[in-house]
T-cell receptor
Framework: QKEVEQNSGPLSVPEGAIASLNCTYS??????FFWYRQYSGKSPELIMS????GDKEDGRFTAQLNKASQYVSLLIRDSQPSDSATYLC????????????????FGKGTSLLVTP | ETGVTQTPRHLVMGMTNKKSLKCEQH?????MYWYKQSAKKPLELMFV???????ENNSVPSRFSPECPNSSHLFLHLHTLQPEDSALYLC???????????FGDGTRLSIL
């Protein structure tokens, strides 16, 4: 069973603070990692992709990947109330006999609440 | 029009009805996907098509039948659904395996 684990939250942070969202995955061979943001009643929106160990920054977002620890995180700097949403971690496992390599395994998501 | 568009946005149907969900992507991608999202559960992959060929089928009941006539269009044909099939059905596309998937707005399906 390929699992992606996230703390469901809610994670509450004050406006202007750094929000830290974490994700662990079970398939050691996973190669591609994605963070999606999903507002209530809306579809997931891609916000970050990361493929190699280390940090990747895009505006106020930083994704961090540690394949040895099977851990990926998302930092949101200067959090805004508009960042309040559910953040989904998605992991793309290596192809196997039973897996084409196209599927993404999603976590259940972490609910983030940024308070003014 | 850009991105991934899904129709209808909302659908209410009885258990004996037959309906179809439609998805169209304008991104020039080669792969298209159907996902099911139910409350309190992770997104569940249902079907994957790459260049119009089905490449993955995750033990989905036969009352769901996908169709991919070309690389830009994907359908999900529904018949004799059950109340537990009520969910948000999401279509996505990607350039290739391992690449980011981009989602449509989804179809909110309610089975009476």
């Amino acid at each position: 069973q390929k699992e992606v684990e996230q703390n469901s939250g809610p994670l509450s942070v004050p406006e202007g603070a750094i929000a830290s969202l974490n994700c662990t995955y079970s398939d050691r061979g996973s190669q591609s990692f994605f963070w999606y943001r999903q507002y209530s009643g809306k579809s997931p929106e891609l916000i970050m992709s990361i493929y190699s160990n280390g940090d990747k920054e895009d505006g106020r977002f930083t994704a961090q990947l540690n394949k040895a620890s099977q851990y990926v995180s998302l930092l949101i700097r200067d959090s805004q109330p508009s960042d309040s949403a559910t953040y989904l971690c998605a992991v793309n496992p290596l192809p196997t006999n039973s897996n084409s390599g196209y599927a993404l395994n999603f976590g259940k998501g972490t609910s983030l609440l940024v308070t003014p | 029009e850009t991105g991934v568009t899904q129709t209808p946005r909302h659908l209410v149907m009885g258990m004996t009805n037959k309906k179809s969900l439609k998805c169209e992507q304008h991104l020039g991608h080669n792969a298209m996907y159907w996902y099911k999202q139910s409350a309190k559960k992770p997104l569940e992959l249902m079907f994957v098509y790459s260049l119009e060929e089905r490449v993955e089928n995750n033990s989905v009941p036969s009352r769901f039948s996908p169709e991919c006539p070309n690389s830009s269009h994907l359908f999900l044909h529904l018949h004799t659904l059950q109340p537990e099939d009520s969910a948000l059905y999401l279509c996505a596309s990607s350039q290739d395996k391992g690449q980011p998937q981009h989602f449509g707005d989804g179809t909110r399906l309610s089975i009476l």
